[in-house]
C-alpha cells in the first residue's frame, strides 16, 4: 500500500535526522579529545576563573577589543561620508563626476582590501614620502576607508534611487532647491532603506580589521587577530591554537549580535513595505 505523502516526508526527514546523529556520533568517537583539549583549550589561556585567574582574557577584552571597535568605527565613520559623496557624484547629472565615482568604485571594489592596506601602509608612503596621520595604523585605516567607501556607496546609490521620485517632485512643487531637497527628503529615506545592508557591512569591517596585522602595531595598538597571535607564541598557552580560539569567541560575541540586528530590520522593513 502506497505511504500518504506527509507520511513520506515524516520518514525522509527521520531517515536524515539519523544519518546526521550518526555522522556526529562517529565524529564524537573518532575524534582525539586530550589532544584538542591540549591545543585549543589550554588552561594556560582560558585560565580558571574559580581560582582567580583569568588567564589571557583581560588583555583581549581591553586591548583587542576595544582597538578593534575603534578601527571599525573610524572605518565605518569615514567610509560612509566618502560613500555618500561617491553615491552623489555617481547619479550626478555632471559627466565627469558620474565617471571619476565610477572608476573609483570599480577600482576598489576590484581590489583584494589586504593589497589596499599593504598599499596604503607601506607603496603610498614610500613612493611620495608622505607620513599617514596615525602612522602604519592609521594608513592601515584608511585602506579600510578606500574600501568600505567604495562599497558602501554602492549601497547608498541604490537607497537613494529606491526613494519614491514623487518625493522629489513634491519637495520641488515646495520651492526646495535640489540640494536641500536631497539632504531633507531623499537622503534619510535613503538611510532608513540602506539600514540593514550598512549594518551588515560595520559587521563585514570589524572582520576586516584583522588584515591590519600584516602592517605590526605597537602593544597598546594590537586589534584582536594581531593580539591572539602573539599571545600563541608567548603566553601560558605558547604553541597551542588556544587564543585564536579565544579571539574566535570574542569575534562571535560581537558579530553575533548584529547579524541578528540585521535579520530583524531586514523583517521589520519587509512588513513595513
Do not use: C
Not at 583587542?64 to 559623496?85: E, Q
Not at 567604495?150 to 519637495?171: D, F, N, S
Amino acid at each position: 500500500m502506497a505511504l500518504k505523502r506527509t507520511t513520506k516526508r515524516r520518514v525522509v526527514q527521520g531517515v536524515l535526522y539519523a544519518v546526521l546523529l550518526g555522522v556526529a556520533v562517529a565524529l564524537a568517537f573518532a575524534a582525539d579529545w586530550p589532544t584538542i583539549h591540549d591545543n585549543f583549550f589550554a588552561p594556560g589561556g582560558f585560565g580558571n576563573p574559580f581560582k582567580g585567574d583569568w588567564g589571557t582574557w583581560p588583555d583581549l577584552i581591553t586591548v583587542g577589543v576595544k582597538n578593534t571597535l575603534i578601527y571599525t568605527a573610524i572605518a565605518f565613520a569615514a567610509g560612509l561620508v566618502l560613500a555618500v559623496l561617491l553615491a552623489l557624484m555617481r547619479l550626478s547629472p555632471v559627466g565627469p563626476y558620474r565617471w571619476l565615482a565610477t572608476v573609483y568604485i570599480e577600482f576598489f571594489r576590484g581590489l583584494p582590501a589586504l593589497l589596499v592596506v599593504l598599499l596604503m601602509a607601506f607603496g603610498i608612503p614610500i613612493a611620495f614620502q608622505w607620513t599617514p596621520p596615525g602612522g602604519a595604523v592609521g594608513a592601515g585605516v584608511i585602506g579600510l576607508i578606500l574600501v568600505a567607501g567604495a562599497y558602501m556607496a554602492e549601497t547608498v546609490r541604490a537607497g537613494i534611487q529606491a526613494v519614491p521620485k514623487g518625493q522629489t517632485e513634491a519637495a520641488r512643487s515646495l520651492g526646495m532647491s535640489g540640494a536641500r531637497t536631497t539632504v531633507t527628503v531623499v537622503l534619510p529615506q535613503a538611510f532608513r532603506i540602506v539600514i540593514p545592508p550598512l549594518t551588515n557591512e560595520f559587521v563585514l569591517l570589524i572582520k576586516d580589521t584583522a588584515l591590519l596585522f600584516v602592517i605590526g602595531f605597537a602593544a597598546d595598538q594590537r586589534e584582536l587577530t594581531t593580539l591572539a597571535r602573539d599571545f600563541v607564541a608567548s603566553s601560558p598557552s605558547a604553541g597551542t591554537s588556544t587564543s585564536y580560539i579565544q579571539a574566535a569567541i570574542l569575534y562571535l560575541v560581537i558579530t553575533l549580535p548584529l547579524t541578528q540586528l540585521v535579520s530583524y530590520l531586514e523583517k521589520r522593513q519587509r512588513r513595513s513595505r
